[in-house]
C-alpha cells in the first residue's frame, strides 16, 4: 500500500512535481502514464526514498517514508532507470548480492533466487557473466535483484523500456503475477498500450501535476473519447504541442546502458 | 529478515572484491605497480655499484705522454691504472662522451719540469657528466699526489723539511655512518611503495564510486535498506586490502632484491633483514586506509571512471610533494614530522632503514592519526551518497 499526499519537488525554477496525490491499493496495479518530462521518474525517485520532497507525504505500508526512509526500503522493490548492473559478475551473483544487503541468506536465498530464475526464463543464463546480455536478459536481472527479498511494494521505472516482443511479455507476466501475489505494483510507462493491458488503476501525469485518474473506462468517459490513447492525449495535452520548457537533467528519465 | 549493517559491510566488501579479482585489467595493474619499485631500485643499485667499481680500475687516455716519461711511468705502476694513447681531438672527444675524461701533457713539459716551474698537465673533462665525475675526481688525485710526491722530494733536495711547505692538516671526518647513507639512497624506497599502494587500492576506489554512477548501477544499490556507511565502509575495505596486498607484494620483492644487491660495493655495510621488513610494512600498511579514504571520496565527484582517474592522478602527484620535498632538501625533522600522513611515513621509514628507531610507540601514534583520519575520509565519502546530485548526477 503506497499513498502520497500533495508532492512537491522542484530543480531550480522547474516544478517537476506540483503537488501530485494518489494512492496504489493492495493487490492492485497501478500505471503511473505521461509523456516525456512529464515528472512519471522524479515521482518514483521520491517514491522509493533517494530523493526528499520539498513538501508532502509519502506513506508506505503505514511508514513515512519521508521521515524513516531506511525502514520505507525494506518494504520495497524497485527497478529503477537507468537500472545499471556488474558486467564482471552472473545474473545469479546479482540476485544473491541484493538479497544479502536486504539480509536474505543461506537456504532462503537459494530458494528465492532459484524460483526467481525459473519465473522469469533466467536459467540458461544466469551463470554467465552480465557482459554479454542481451537487453532483455539485463533487465530481468535487474528486475530479479529488485524483488528477492520479496518486497510487499514494487516500483518499476520503464519496465519496458526497449524491451523486444518476448521480454515485454516476460515482464508483463511477472507484474500480473505480482498481482495476484497481492503485492502492490506502481510502474511507470509513456506507451497507452502498456498501461492499459495492466493497470487497474491509471494515474495521468503531466507536466508535474496529475491531471487524471482513474480505471480505463473511468478516463474514456472522462474525456469523451472512445479511444485510450486519444483520451491519454487529450488528458496530457499533448495535442497543443507543449512540454514542459527547460525540464532539468535530473527530472529527466535518462538512461544508461552497462558497457558491453 | 534485516541484518546489521557490519553484515551489510561484508557482503559489499565481498562483492567489490569479487568483482576486482575478474578485471584483467586491474590485476595487471597491480602486478605492475608492485614490481615498479623492487625493478627500479635494483637497476639503480646495481648502476651504482657498477660505476663505483668502475672508478678503481681507470684507463686514462693521454696526449703527449712521450713529454713526461717518469710521469707516466709512474701512473702505470699505481694500481688499477692504465695508460692509453689520446685522442687527436680531446675536447671533441670529451664532449661526445667518447671519452669520460683526457690528459694532456703540453709540449714545454719536460724543460718547464727540468727548470722546477710548474709544468703544465690539462684535464679535459665534461662537468655536466653525472658519470664521469668519479673517474675525472681519480684522476685529479693521481696527479695531485704526483705533484706533491715531487714537490717534497724538491724541498728535501734543497736542504728543506717538506712539512714546512705543509701549513695546513685537513682532515675530512664523515659524521654519517655507513647506515645512514645507505637510508638516504633507500629513501626514494618509501615513495615507490606509496605509488604503489596507491595505484593498488585505485581499481576498487574508482570502481565503487564512479563507475557505479557511470553504470548507472548506484541508484539500484542505494534502493537498499544499507546505512550509506556500511556500504561506503564495505568499498572501503576492499580498497584497502587490496592496498595492502600490492604493499606487501611490493615489499616481499623488493627485500628479496636486496639479499642479491651488491650493497658492499657502495661502502654501505647495511643488512637489510627481517626487521626491516616488519618494520616498513608497519610503517606503510597504516597509510593504506586513509590513502584509500581520500581516494574514494575524490572520486564519488566524478560521474565517470575517466574523470576519476585524472583526478586520482593529481591526487598521486600531490602525496609524492612531500617526500619530494623532504628528500631534496633537508627541512628539519622535528617530532611533528612523524604525525603529518606522508611526512611520517618518510621520516619513520629511513629510521626503520638506518636502524634508529627511537620508539616503537611512534608507530602506535602514527596508526591511531592515519585511522582516524581514514575513518573522518569515509564518513565524508557516505555524506556525498546522500546527496541528489550525486546519485542523479550524469
Redesign the interface.
Known amino acids: 500500500m503506497i499513498s502520497v499526499e500533495n508532492l512537491h519537488k522542484r530543480f531550480g525554477e522547474v516544478r517537476a512535481v506540483d503537488g501530485v496525490s494518489f494512492s496504489a491499493p493492495d493487490g492492485s496495479v497501478t500505471g503511473l502514464l505521461g509523456p516525456n518530462g512529464a515528472g512519471k521518474t522524479t515521482t518514483l525517485r521520491l517514491l522509493y526514498t533517494l530523493m526528499r520532497p520539498d513538501q508532502g507525504g509519502i506513506t508506505i505500508d503505514g511508514i513515512d517514508a519521508v521521515r524513516d526512509p531506511q525502514r520505507a526500503r525494506f518494504a520495497l522493490g524497485v527497478l529503477p532507470d537507468p537500472s545499471g548492473l556488474y558486467p564482471r559478475l552472473t545474473a545469479r551473483e546479482h540476485i544473491a548480492y541484493f538479497g544479502e544487503l536486504q539480509g536474505v541468506s543461506g537456504a532462503e536465498l537459494q530458494r528465492r533466487t532459484e524460483h526467481l530464475l525459473k519465473m522469469l526464463d533466467m536459467t540458461e543464463f544466469a551463470d554467465r557473466r552480465v557482459a554479454g546480455y542481451s537487453h532483455g536478459e539485463r533487465t530481468k536481472t535487474a528486475l530479479a535483484r529488485a524483488i528477492v527479498h520479496n518486497p510487499k511494494n514494487v516500483l518499476l521505472d520503464e519496465p519496458t523500456n526497449g524491451l523486444d516482443v518476448m521480454s515485454t511479455r516476460a515482464v508483463r507476466e511477472i507484474i500480473r503475477r505480482l498481482k495476484a501475489e497481492g503485492h502492490t505494483v506502481l510502474f511507470s510507462s509513456h506507451v497507452m498500450q502498456e498501461v492499459s493491458a495492466l493497470c487497474d488503476t491509471i494515474v495521468v501525469i503531466a507536466r508535474g501535476r496529475i491531471v487524471a485518474s482513474g480505471t480505463p473506462d473511468d478516463l474514456r468517459r472522462q474525456t469523451g473519447h472512445q479511444n485510450l490513447e486519444d483520451a491519454f492525449v487529450a488528458l496530457s495535452g499533448l495535442n497543443e504541442g507543449q512540454e514542459a520548457p527547460g525540464t532539468p537533467p535530473e527530472a529527466r528519465g535518462t538512461r544508461l546502458e552497462a558497457p558491453s | ?3 546489521s549493517p557490519f ?2 559491510a561484508l ?2 566488501c565481498r ?1 567489490e572484491l ?2 576486482w579479482s ?2 584483467r585489467r586491474s590485476i595487471i595493474t597491480v602486478m605492475v605497480s608492485s614490481l615498479m619499485a623492487p625493478v627500479l631500485v635494483g637497476v639503480m643499485f646495481t648502476q651504482l655499484a657498477n660505476r663505483q667499481r668502475s672508478v678503481e680500475d681507470v684507463s686514462i687516455p693521454v696526449v703527449g705522454g712521450a713529454n713526461a716519461p717518469a710521469l707516466m711511468a709512474w701512473l702505470r705502476q699505481q694500481a688499477g691504472v692504465t695508460i692509453t694513447d689520446g685522442p687527436s681531438d680531446p675536447e671533441e672527444a670529451v664532449r661526445t662522451r667518447r671519452e669520460p675524461v683526457v690528459v694532456v701533457i703540453a709540449d714545454d713539459f719536460a724543460d718547464d719540469f727540468k727548470a722546477s716551474r710548474p709544468a703544465q698537465v690539462r684535464i679535459v673533462a665534461d662537468g655536466s657528466s653525472q658519470d664521469a665525475r668519479p673517474k675525472v675526481q681519480r684522476v685529479r688525485q693521481l696527479f695531485q699526489r704526483y705533484g706533491t710526491d715531487i714537490g717534497s722530494l724538491r724541498l728535501i733536495a734543497r736542504g728543506v723539511s717538506p712539512v714546512v711547505a705543509v701549513p695546513l692538516q685537513i682532515e675530512d671526518t664523515e659524521v654519517s655512518s655507513a647506515q645512514q647513507r645507505a637510508a638516504m639512497v633507500l629513501r626514494i624506497i618509501p615513495l615507490f611503495i606509496m605509488i604503489a599502494a596507491f595505484t593498488g587500492a585505485m581499481s576498487i576506489a574508482t570502481d565503487s564510486t564512479a563507475g ?1 554512477r ?14 550509506r556507511g556500511a556500504l561506503a565502509s564495505g568499498k572501503w575495505a576492499a580498497a584497502t586490502l587490496t592496498a595492502m596486498f600490492t604493499v606487501l607484494v611490493s615489499g616481499a620483492l623488493l627485500f628479496a632484491l636486496f639479499q642479491y644487491i651488491p650493497l658492499q660495493d657502495l661502502g654501505l655495510r647495511v643488512r637489510l633483514g627481517m626487521p626491516h621488513v616488519i618494520g616498513s610494512l608497519a610503517v606503510v600498511l597504516p597509510l593504506c586506509p586513509l590513502l584509500v579514504g581520500i581516494q574514494m571520496y575524490v572520486a564519488t565527484f566524478a560521474k565517470s571512471f575517466k574523470e576519476a582517474q585524472s583526478y586520482l592522478s593529481f591526487l598521486m602527484l600531490a602525496q609524492m610533494v612531500p617526500g619530494m620535498l623532504m628528500s631534496m632538501s633537508d627541512v628539519k625533522r622535528g617530532v611533528w614530522t612523524y604525525y603529518v600522513p606522508w611526512i611520517g611515513q618518510q621520516a619513520m621509514l629511513s629510521d626503520v632503514l638506518s636502524n634508529e628507531l627511537k620508539t616503537p610507540l611512534v608507530f602506535v601514534i602514527v596508526g591511531v592519526v592515519n585511522v582516524a583520519l581514514a575513518i573522518a575520509a569515509v564518513r565524508a565519502t557516505a555524506g556525498l551518497m546522500l546527496r ?2 550525486i ?4
Open positions: 529478515m534485516t541484518s553484515t551489510q557482503v559489499v562483492k569479487k568483482d575478474r578485471d557505479e557511470e553504470r548507472g548501477s548506484l541508484e539500484a544499490l542505494l534502493v537498499n535498506p544499507v546505512p541528489e546530485r546519485i542523479f548526477g550524469r
